[in-house]
T-cell receptor
Framework: GQSLEQPSEVTAVEGAIVQINCTYQTSGFYGLSWYQQHDGGAPTFLSYNALDGLEETGRFSSFLSRSDSYGYLLLQELQMKDSASYFCAVIDANAGKSTFGDGTTLTVKP | EAGVAQSPRYKIIEKRQSVAFWCNPISGHATLYWYQQILGQGPKLLIQFQNNGVVDDSQLPKDRFSAERLKGVDSTLKIQPAKLEDSAVYLC??????????FGPGTRLTVL
């Protein structure tokens, strides 16, 4: 089976940098994805890591350490519109099945 | 490029009734997923199709839920009979490459 852990809530101020951690347990790891979901909206894809290291996409970066079963999402230059829930999702090596964490609610304050 | 389409957007039914949801994935996406998302939780995979074959349905309550994907394109998810605990948002997603899924707007189901 698969399980993921991420903090339930994070608060930061506009313009700051915030890191959302995700640790996982899986019998067969293929990759780790990150999604953003605003209240009432659908999840939207942010980033994907299959190999160790940092992937950068604009203000968002994602990091993966396969040996530590750990990843994080880094959000820079926070804006009010970044207030949302952020989910990590582990992809199983056998069938490509995705298991999502319960999400981290990010609140950005002025 | 059109996104993932779902209908209806909202549905209210009484327990023991049946309901069906429809999904049209992004053109060319071979993989289609149905998720159940309960408020405050992450999406839970119900079933995953690759073309019109089932890849994983280990978390689908098969005594009441069924899904099909005819001709490897559109898909329907059915619940019969519905229970109170089925109240949730049902999300359909599709993907072309591993790791990146595109989600539809979801169907918010309320079971009374």
């Amino acid at each position: 089976g698969q399980s993921l852990e991420q903090p339930s809530e994070v608060t930061a101020v506009e313009g700051a940098i915030v890191q959302i951690n995700c640790t996982y347990q899986t019998s067969g790891f293929y990759g780790l994805s990150w999604y953003q979901q605003h209240d009432g909206g659908a999840p939207t894809f942010l980033s994907y890591n299959a190999l160790d290291g940092l992937e950068e996409t604009g203000r968002f970066s994602s990091f993966l350490s396969r040996s530590d079963s750990y990843g994080y999402l880094l959000l820079q230059e926070l804006q009010m519109k970044d207030s949302a829930s952020y989910f990590c999702a582990v992809i199983d090596a056998n069938a490509g099945k995705s298991t999502f964490g319960d999400g981290t609610t990010l609140t950005v304050k002025p | 490029e059109a996104g993932v389409a779902q209908s209806p957007r909202y549905k209210i039914i009484e327990k023991r009734q049946s309901v069906a949801f429809w999904c049209n994935p992004i053109s060319g996406h071979a993989t289609l997923y149905w998720y159940q998302q309960i408020l405050g939780q992450g999406p839970k995979l119900l079933i995953q199709f690759q073309n019109n074959g089932v890849v994983d349905d280990s978390q689908l309550p098969k005594d009441r839920f069924s899904a099909e994907r005819l001709k490897g394109v559109d898909s329907t998810l059915k619940i019969q009979p519905a229970k109170l605990e089925d109240s949730a948002v049902y999300l359909c997603a599709s993907s072309l490459t591993t790791g990146e899924q595109f989600f539809g707007p979801g169907t918010r189901l309320t079971v009374l």
